[in-house]
Every structure is written in structure tokens, then in C-alpha cells.
């Protein structure tokens, strides 16, 4: 009899296919996947030959310089302001008035002291926009003292007084040129202050050279955001009880008791940063993305955001956060430490500039941000579906979902909300009356149609 043949010992290199032995069907497959990832994860979505439109339609008429004066306190965050402040341009052109450069919120949850000078180009805005109305500095000083219509526009003379800038224009049935108003005003005249804009600039920079590809992530985790809207989910019992603290004692905020678990299950909650994890994971990021923070400070600090990096290392603030590594220098922000909507505004730029924007709530920030860059091509925006989610994790902590099979359905949840062009949404079939004012998308989180457009649109 013949003995057995020996043991083969098989060596590493047997086991490990050499590239260059692949097939060539077999390597263009697999360049064929990698280029399908990396374009699901990064790239913008198709355009369909869409461009932003903001020039007058040959109907269009510039406001005559009347002696009619309108003043403006912008109320809210920097992004309310913003978007005020282009509604209000529109009603004084409407109204054949001069607008006087709005004042600032300086009694907003930030007590934020900065000027419209301090925050915007003060001068660009009003070149830009001298095509379209004039706008003052100031009034006039023999009209200082005039007294001031705050209510009724349909009858009026002298001087107008606009108290609170987020009047809420109508986000649809306003003539097309009311519309590109306001679009150039947000996206042309409402241009940042030289050293928001250069500073900006800078980090972006700074972000770019360290990794081809940054996600901005608007982590909407702050103390008064929880406070306000009564989500407790992932806290501790004092958190939760300071939170509700808070709420109680904050006078214009309507709602005080609320119910934290019927908040989450119904999406109003924004994203904790664990389940901001979860989800990027679930969508196919790897480990080594590079993640900006665009928020303020996050509640609970380090004990919350190690949630976040223990899936996502390559973290990096604006400023020093715990152990987190700080974007800009102490120096380099001395000079907007305490000013709340200067800081915001260096959070706007480099989330308009980012490779992906994602934000764990919806707001001003995330809606607005979100239509600039549609304006500016569909950039990649992908908004969480928060009902969707809450409902897909607690079925796997429930283990009546598999965590292998989780990415599937939440990439399959979030096909269509990665920014792709789109029309403006109106307010649910059977809704009336002012709730369907209330229900439609907004006009600066979707400017499609009247401001992006196809180029034999441009001119109607």
C-alpha cells in the first residue's frame, strides 16, 4: 500500500489572491462597487441640468425712492435673522419703501451683542441690493422721532416699524420676482463680515487638507434645544430634571409639560449622539471619516460625544470641547468669543462647504443651510428620517431586528432624502386655512422652482 500523501502546509501567500492574478471581469467589478460606494457616500446627487436663477424677469421694476421708511428688529438666531432679514427686503420693496439697516436680536437665549455690521458686509449688502430698493444706515434725523406705524401697512406715511422679522412670508403664490428677491438677497446681499468670511475660509482649508472628504454635522444636542423640546431619551434622572427645570422657567416657551418617550417615537426629538453613530455606520461610513461639529456646546459634554466617537474618532469642534481636538486657535477666536451669531455664521460657511451636510434635528440651521445648497447645485444633504429611525433601533434593542440586516433598511429609508432636486412640497392633501401655511415646506429650505431653474426658464 501507498502511504498517504503528505500534509500540504499552505502559505499565506496561497491564500491571498494577488491582485494581479485576478481576473480582468473580476477587477472591474470590483472597481465597479467601490465607485457605486464612494459616489452613494460622497458625491453630489445628478443636477438634471438645473442651475440657480436669480435675475429679474423683464417685468421687473426697482422700488422709486420714496420718503417712506421702514425699520426692522430682527428676532431669533443667526439663520431666523438671515431669513427675516430677506422677507423684510421683499415687503419694503413691495411697499415702495426705504429699508434702514435692521437692528440685531440682543435679547435672544444668547444675549448676543453683535451689530448687522459686526455680522454681515454691511456695504455689500446695500450695493447689491441698490437695483432693488435703497437702504439707509439710519433714518434721517429730522424723522428720528416720528412716530412709527407698528401693525397696519395698507395705510401709511413716514415711518414704519417692523418688530419682529420673522413675519413668515408665504413660501409659495408670490410673483416669481417677490421670490428671486428674496433669493438674492439671502445667497448674494446677506454675504458674512470680512473676518467671518476670511476666518471661514481658513477652517475650511484646514478641514481640506487633512482629509480629502469632511461630513458637517449639525448636532443639534444642546441644553436649551433638549430643554425645548422635552427630549430626555439617554439622559440621566438629574439631566432630565434640569432640563424640565429650564423649560418651566422660560417664559415664551408655551409648552411645559411634555412627554419625552411620545416625542421621540413621533421624530420630534433630535438624534443623540449615539444614534447619530449608529446611523453613519448604518449608512456605510468608515471609522477614519473626517466629522466637523456645527453646534454650540453639547450637553453633557465628553460623557455624551464619546457615544459618538467611539464609532468616529476623527472628530474635531471649532472650539476646545473635552478631550476634542479645536478647529480654530484661542487666538483666532477671541474676537467672537460671546457672540453667538458670529460663531454660527463660521458654522454656516463651512457646512455650505462641506463634502456631505447632515443635521440630527430640523431648524433654521438645517432648513436653511439645506436650501443654500440646493442653490448652489444640489450639494449632498442627507436628512434623517427620525420617526423612521427611532423605530428601526428600538426594534434591534428589542431584538426583533437583526444589527446585520440594519444597514439595509436604513439605507433603503433614506434613498430619497440625499438632496436630489426636487420640487417644493406643500402642505398635506385635505389641510386648510392658515395650517397649511404652517405645513408647507419652507421657501429657504427648497427654493425649486422659482430660483433654480433650467436656462430657458431663466428669463420668464
Same mark, same amino acid.
Given at each position: 500500500m501507498t502511504s498517504? =500523501? =503528505? #500534509? *500540504? !502546509?499552505? $502559505?499565506? !501567500?496561497d491564500l491571498l489572491e494577488d491582485e494581479?492574478?485576478?481576473? =480582468?471581469? *473580476?477587477?472591474?467589478?470590483? +472597481?465597479?462597487s467601490e465607485k457605486l460606494l464612494y459616489g452613494e457616500l460622497w458625491e453630489a446627487p445628478f443636477s438634471r441640468g438645473l442651475h440657480s436663477c436669480v435675475k429679474p424677469t423683464t417685468k421687473y421694476k426697482a422700488t422709486p425712492p420714496w420718503d417712506r421708511y421702514m425699520t426692522v428688529r430682527s428676532n431669533g438666531g443667526l439663520n431666523q435673522m438671515r431669513t427675516g432679514i430677506a422677507d423684510m427686503v421683499a415687503v419694503a420693496h413691495i411697499m415702495n419703501a426705504t429699508l434702514v439697516i435692521p437692528q440685531l436680536d440682543k435679547r435672544s437665549f444668547w444675549q448676543d451683542s453683535s451689530t448687522f455690521a459686526d455680522v454681515f458686509d454691511e456695504l455689500h449688502f446695500i450695493k447689491s441690493l441698490q437695483q432693488d430698493l435703497r437702504i439707509v444706515k439710519e433714518l434721517p434725523k /429730522? #424723522? /428720528? +422721532?416720528?412716530?412709527?406705524?407698528? $401693525?397696519?401697512?395698507?395705510?401709511? +406715511?413716514?415711518?414704519?416699524?417692523?418688530? !419682529? +422679522?420673522?413675519?413668515?412670508?408665504?413660501?409659495?403664490?408670490?410673483?416669481?420676482d417677490i421670490q428671486r428677491l428674496r433669493c438674492r438677497t439671502l445667497y448674494h446681499a446677506l454675504r458674512f463680515s470680512p473676518s467671518i468670511e476670511s476666518l471661514g475660509k481658513k477652517l475650511v482649508e484646514r478641514l481640506k487638507s487633512r482629509a480629502e472628504r469632511y461630513i458637517a454635522l449639525h448636532l443639534r444636542y444642546e441644553k436649551d434645544m433638549l430643554s425645548f423640546t422635552g427630549c430626555t431619551y439617554g439622559l440621566t434622572p438629574t439631566e432630565s430634571e434640569e432640563l424640565k427645570t429650564m423649560r418651566e422657567s422660560t417664559n415664551h416657551w408655551k409648552i411645559k409639560n411634555i412627554n419625552s418617550t411620545e416625542q421621540r417615537v413621533g421624530g420630534f426629538c433630535p438624534l443623540t449622539p449615539k444614534e447619530v453613530g449608529i446611523f453613519l455606520e448604518a449608512l456605510g461610513y468608515p471609522s477614519s471619516t473626517l466629522i466637523y461639529i456645527a453646534a454650540g456646546e453639547i450637553y453633557g459634554g465628553d460623557t455624551h460625544l464619546s457615544e459618538l466617537r467611539s464609532r468616529f474618532p476623527n472628530i474635531v469642534f471649532k472650539v476646545g470641547v473635552g478631550n476634542l481636538e479645536m478647529l480654530a486657535t484661542e487666538q483666532e477666536l477671541r474676537s467672537f468669543l460671546n457672540h453667538a451669531s458670529q460663531t454660527a455664521a463660521l458654522d454656516y460657511i463651512i457646512s455650505i462647504e462641506s463634502d456631505v451636510f447632515i443635521p440630527s434635528h430640523s431648524g433654521n440651521m438645517a432648513r436653511t443651510v439645506e436650501g443654500?445648497?440646493?442653490?448652489?447645485?444640489?450639494? $449632498?444633504? #442627507?436628512?434623517?428620517d427620525r420617526k423612521g429611525l427611532v423605530e428601526l433601533l428600538d426594534k434591534m434593542e428589542a431584538g426583533l431586528l437583526e444589527a446585520s440586516s440594519l444597514s439595509r433598511h436604513v439605507k433603503q429609508l433614506h434613498k430619497n432624502r440625499r438632496g436630489s432636486p426636487r420640487r417644493r412640497g406643500g402642505a398635506p392633501s385635505g389641510i386648510k386655512g392658515r395650517a397649511r401655511l404652517r405645513l408647507e415646506e419652507s421657501f429657504y429650505q427648497n427654493p425649486y422652482p422659482e430660483c433654480i431653474c433650467k436656462s430657458e426658464d431663466a428669463l420668464k
Open positions: 498517504d =500523501p =503528505p #500534509i *500540504l !502546509k499552505l $502559505k499565506i !501567500k494581479h492574478t485576478k481576473s =480582468p471581469l *473580476l477587477r472591474v467589478e470590483e +472597481s465597479k /429730522e #424723522i /428720528e +422721532s416720528l412716530p412709527r406705524a407698528r $401693525k397696519h401697512f395698507t395705510s401709511w +406715511s413716514g415711518v414704519v416699524h417692523v418688530a !419682529k +422679522s420673522d413675519s413668515r412670508l408665504a413660501n409659495n403664490d408670490l410673483p416669481l443654500h445648497r440646493r442653490f448652489l447645485g444640489h450639494r $449632498k444633504t #442627507i436628512t434623517p
